[in-house]
DNA sequence: TTTTTACTTTATAATTATTATAATATAAGA
DNA sequence: TCTTATATTATAATAATTATAAAGTAAAAA
């Protein structure tokens, strides 16, 4: 809700065009797709700006990344503990926001110290399914 | 089990290496790891043979792609349904053989034609812990 | 308010993973 | 053995991302 001393960012323009592109944003999106959103408003707007407050945002945990889609990341301004539907033909990923209880017994966790988990359904998607 | 005549590939030395190189490995490799294992044996091999034959393997069924490691793909010769334990920081892979019942009310589904699920289970692997 | 300073933006180059191209080589069937 | 479709290789091309360094600017200090 409130952000800490250690969590604000210089708030710059750019970044603000940024932040306002991801707020509430649910489509998940590639640095790609929110530079051409951001640059529509600042023609000047470069990809490395782009990637350095995604940087940013991420380090303050304002912004997820999500390594679901082959060869681009894409980000999720929605950093509450969720899970995702993603359609395996158009990589259109919606949220789910129902809790699983999923807890691996003693025997299965390899040592590992866990964390949490993240569960992926796959599918094909409305649109998708029109399309034959 | 046995394979079906339109499962069949051209067997060259390069390929049996690589397909002797996933064969029973849980490593998860990358397609760079993949190549430096097999180049050992055969040091003319190239990149290109690395992922012209993931892909003519993947399109038969015989290995699957991890979009998990930001950047690079990672390759899994375990074809069968099973679920994945992920250190966060050095992005070992262990397999987790359990399954989960898990089903999505209607109202969640957004329409999608639901294929399947996976899960990943986020943590610190043993060798990681070590290392403070 | 002006000055200062640390941080940000930008253009550009570099890096990394992956895919495409085209000449050469070869596994496997006739 | 001969033939041919397919595989391998070197190489170039593409795509996503990161690095660099000069110039700009938000915010703190004076
Ligand atoms: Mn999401
Ligand atoms: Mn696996
Ligand atoms: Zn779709
Ligand atoms: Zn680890």
């Not at 350095?52 to 950093?79: A, C, H, Y």
């Not at 110290?113 to 029109?130: L, M, Q, R, S, T």
């Given at each position: 809700?409130?952000?800490?001393?250690?969590?604000?960012?210089?708030?710059?323009?750019?970044?603000?065009?940024?932040i306002?592109?991801?707020?509430?944003?649910?489509?998940?999106?590639?640095?790609?797709?929110?530079?051409?959103v951001?640059?529509?408003?600042?023609?000047?707007?470069?990809?490395?700006?782009?990637?350095?407050?995604?940087?940013?945002?991420?380090?303050?945990?304002?912004?997820?990344?999500?390594?679901?889609?082959?060869?681009?990341?894409?980000?999720?301004?929605?950093?509450?503990?969720?899970?995702?539907?993603?359609?395996v033909?158009?990589?259109?990923?919606?949220?789910?926001?129902?809790?699983?209880?999923?807890?691996?017994?003693?025997g299965?966790?390899?040592?590992?110290?866990?964390?949490?988990?993240?569960?992926?359904?796959?599918?094909?998607?409305?649109g998708c399914k029109?399309?034959?």
């Amino acid at each position: 809700m409130d952000t800490k001393k250690k969590d604000s960012i210089k708030l710059t323009p750019q970044r603000i065009a940024i932040i306002e592109c991801l707020e509430g944003n649910t489509s998940h999106p590639s640095a790609a797709e929110i530079y051409s959103v951001v640059s529509e408003k600042y023609p000047t707007m470069s990809f490395a700006t782009v990637y350095n407050t995604l940087q940013t945002l991420r380090e303050k945990g304002r912004v997820i990344e999500l390594s679901i889609d082959s060869g681009k990341m894409r980000f999720d301004p929605n950093t509450k503990p969720h899970h995702h539907l993603i359609c395996v033909q158009c990589k259109n990923i919606t949220d789910v926001h129902r809790k699983f209880a999923l807890n691996l017994p003693e025997g299965e966790r390899c040592d590992y110290e866990i964390i949490g988990n993240h569960v992926d359904f796959y599918g094909i998607c409305p649109g998708c399914k029109k399309k034959k």
